[in-house]
């Protein structure tokens, strides 16, 4: 089997959703059960990049161009036509959140993560066979930074995240910065400046709080005003969110080395993901690390 590392880095704000209000959000992103982190599932990463793949092969609008995508694309994404159904070569997990953008009261927003989240992506970079990413634990009530980081409140020695006035730590002998812009396709520079290694506890917090909730509603076009039970808030991953999860390409397909190029050719790709994306929203690049 073929093993690929899948990266999704949001451009625009993303929904995901689950199809379900929970609490006073109409319109909630997907999250992890366990962790209460933001996801994205595997079956819509595969959806859009199929999309992206038929891009270049669908020559006009008529069915039978479609229907040429699909087949020149079976070996990958599996066959849609029920008399030669056939399962595709690809398959991609869950995108894990590895890098969260959060507000700060100095250096504008800082990329957060915790020693949890790294640890929940070295576990799918083993399974890659690729390298590893160094992980140190915060200790509570802290941030541990780099020494160029931009997120030091200068007047007060602290880091203030949100709502969240956190201690400073320097990045110790196990500094991630390095790997973390391979894997994101960050700058390193950049990316130092603004990494913030949290507790896990934090990092859960600001996921679930930190997000953007609009408020939508549809007009009547006689009245003009809010059709009855028609508003609605929506939850967001903010702009600058990086996932992480596996794609893996069945090594005994008779196509398989068809199939891992093809996947390889969707690297630095830009896709549509989720929901609004007539309203600009959901705009993702994707990283494919061979």
């Known amino acids: 089997m073929h093993h690929r590392i899948l990266t999704l880095r949001t451009i625009t704000p993303l929904h995901v959703g689950t199809g379900q209000s929970v609490g006073t959000t109409d319109l909630p992103i997907a999250r992890e059960r366990t962790t209460g982190w933001p996801m994205v599932p595997g079956s819509s990463v595969k959806g859009a990049l199929k999309e992206v793949a038929r891009e270049g092969r669908v020559t006009s609008r008529d069915k039978a161009s479609g229907d040429q995508a699909d087949k020149d694309l079976a070996y990958l994404f599996g066959s849609p036509d029920s008399r ?30 915790s020693s949890g989240a790294i640890q929940r992506a070295n576990e799918l970079l083993a399974a890659a066979g690729k390298a590893t990413v160094g992980v140190e634990a915060a200790p509570d009530g802290t941030a541990i ?20 006035d956190l201690t400073p730590r320097d990045l110790g002998g196990a500094d991630p910065t390095s790997r973390l812009a391979a894997l ?28 953007e909730v609009t408020t939508h509603v549809t007009l009547d076009f006689v009245t003009r005003t809010a059709s009855p039970g028609m508003l609605r808030s929506e939850e967001r991953v903010p702009s600058e969110a990086m996932f992480l999860g596996l794609a893996m390409v069945d090594g005994l397909s008779k196509d398989k080395d068809k199939a891992t190029q093809h996947l390889d ?17 959901g705009l993702c690049r994707v990283g494919v690390t061979s």
């Open 84 to 113: 030669n159904a056939a399962a595709g070569a690809l398959a991609i997990t869950d995108l894990r959140c590895l890098l969260f953008p959060v507000r700060s009261v100095a250096g504008t927003f800082a990329y957060a993560t």
């Open 145 to 164: 930074v780099s020494a160029t980081t931009v997120l030091k409140v200068a007047t007060l020695g602290r880091v203030v995240l949100e709502d969240l």
């Open 184 to 211: 994101t396709g960050i700058a390193e520079a950049e990316l130092g400046k603004r990494l913030a290694v949290l507790p896990d506890d934090i990092f859960t917090y600001l996921t679930k709080t930190a997000t």
């Open 265 to 281: 050719a969707l690297n630095g790709k830009y896709c549509q993901f989720g929901g609004k994306g007539s309203v600009g929203n």
